[in-house]
């Protein structure tokens, strides 16, 4: 153990405390205070170095303290750092270019038009809003009364898309929606990666079906290309919309720019969400639509105050151009397949632990037979960040920037802690 829990600098205890004293909890945090970072590594406030496989939570796509992009936010900072969306600034109108753009070249699904949000849930809650709108005007006539009854979202099983109402409403997890039920009304679940489901529930009166291409936070779940497929078909047999969430697994995680770019043209949405990695820290969201639902939309039918400001969109400009080049994604494509035979290895030789070992690319999920909270920790100890997923899955998402060399690093670190999980629990 050379990163002990108990070992970390006096000073953590007392900010801990006064912490504690001013602050609502809502997370299970371990006793440390991360301090500074550099690449794909973060310090404590006892300077002690870790390994970072989570990214926060899968955002930090160009590591820490990336010298880029602080130039870039020092620079904009100096120059103004919010507006408000009464006027025009020069970066949103070049982010929306730049996301449109590169994914209409690079084989993703025909965009259009661009909203920008704070956050992924705000991003999804955006979308699910564009939806409904959608469902009360389509097949419409210029002298026809609104459609009222096309408002049904239908979501899946073990989905994630946030924590605001509406997109809580479509994470049907007892644990994330019992303490604040009732639901928005309209949102039905059926089974991920199940066909035969999908006609009986999305229906004349669904105005959108929500889908994560890979699941994150419910437990690196991708998928399959007759599940989306399927989709595609009755959605538009029903006139409803198709949205992606790739909040998680977009901009650059699964080796393409988006994971939808991993499936046929058949496959492919009317909204994409995204959010986490798209200013490496910053908070911005988006919604990317077609034409078709960008039609729909009017002044007035949406709004965000810090939405779309100069300083989140000119970081965002320089970590896409970044993201989308052949030497980062060659990067995640590389290191990903190294981490999958690795971690398979692990499987085989820890079979009373770890059953399937699932994700592609940097987005990464291995399932054990038991709760592997207690691996979170053992890592930790070692100096490796890790987080779970579900309730029996490590997610492995660190930074894209990660080399061969930290892959190497942090598997050397998972199997001694895997050799003392299972005597732990043998």
């Not at 709108?133 to 899946?156: A, D, P």
């Not at 959605?235 to 790739?246: G, H, S």
């Not at 579900?390 to 050799?419: H, M, Q, S, W, Y």
Request: proline letters at 5%; one cysteine or more; hydrophobic letters at 40%.
């Amino acid at each position: 153990v050379t990163h002990a829990d108990s070992e970390t600098a006096p000073i953590t205890s007392q900010l801990l405390a006064k912490q504690e004293k001013y602050t609502i909890n809502t997370y299970l945090r371990p006793p440390i205070i991360l301090s500074h970072g550099k690449g794909c590594h973060v310090y404590d406030l006892a300077n002690r170095e870790y390994l970072d496989f989570t990214a926060g939570i899968a955002v930090n796509a160009l590591g820490h303290s990336d010298p880029e992009l602080a130039r870039v936010i020092h620079e904009q900072a100096l120059k103004l750092v919010h507006l408000s969306n009464l006027y025009h600034n020069e970066y949103a109108g070049q982010l929306a270019e730049l996301l449109v753009e590169s994914t209409r070249s690079g084989g993703g699904f025909e965009a259009s038009k661009v909203f920008f949000s704070n956050s992924g849930t705000e991003a999804n809650e955006g979308a699910l809003k564009f939806a409904r709108k959608w469902g009360k005007h389509v097949g419409k006539k210029s002298n026809e009364e609104l459609n009222m009854n096309k408002y049904g979202v239908v979501s899946f099983s073990n989905a994630f898309h946030g924590r605001s109402f509406g997109s809580l409403s479509a994470t049907p997890a007892p644990k994330y929606q019992s303490p604040f039920a009732p639901m928005v009304p309209g949102f039905v679940t059926i089974p991920y990666n199940d066909i035969s489901k999908i006609n009986e529930h999305v229906t004349d009166k669904t105005c959108a079906v929500i889908v994560e291409p890979i699941q994150g936070e419910g437990g690196v779940w991708e998928a399959t290309v007759p599940f989306i497929e399927a989709l595609r078909k009755r959605c538009d047999e029903v006139e409803a919309l198709l949205i992606f969430d790739e909040i998680q697994c977009g901009l650059g995680r699964t080796g393409k720019l988006w994971a939808h770019q991993n499936y046929p043209k058949t496959c492919h949405p009317d909204i994409m969400t995204l959010a986490k990695p798209l200013a490496n820290g910053i908070p911005i969201g988006a919604i990317i639509t077609t034409q078709r639902v960008a039609d729909i939309i009017a002044i007035g039918d949406h709004g965000t105050t810090f939405g779309g400001n100069p300083l989140a969109c000119r970081a965002a400009l320089s970590v896409v151009s970044r993201i989308n080049t052949h030497e980062l994604l060659t990067n995640v494509n590389n290191v990903g397949s190294y981490f999958k035979s690795s971690f398979e290895k692990l499987a085989t030789k820890y079979p009373s632990l770890i059953t399937t070992v699932r994700g592609r690319g940097l987005i990464l999920g291995i399932q054990f037979t038991k709760n592997p909270s207690g691996m979170v920790q053992l890592a930790r100890e070692r100096g490796l960040l890790i987080i779970t997923a579900a309730n029996d899955t490590i997610r492995i998402v660190p930074p894209l920037i990660l080399t061969k060399e930290e892959a190497e690093k942090g598997v050397a670190i998972l199997e001694e802690c895997l050799e003392i999980f299972e005597k732990e629990n043998n």
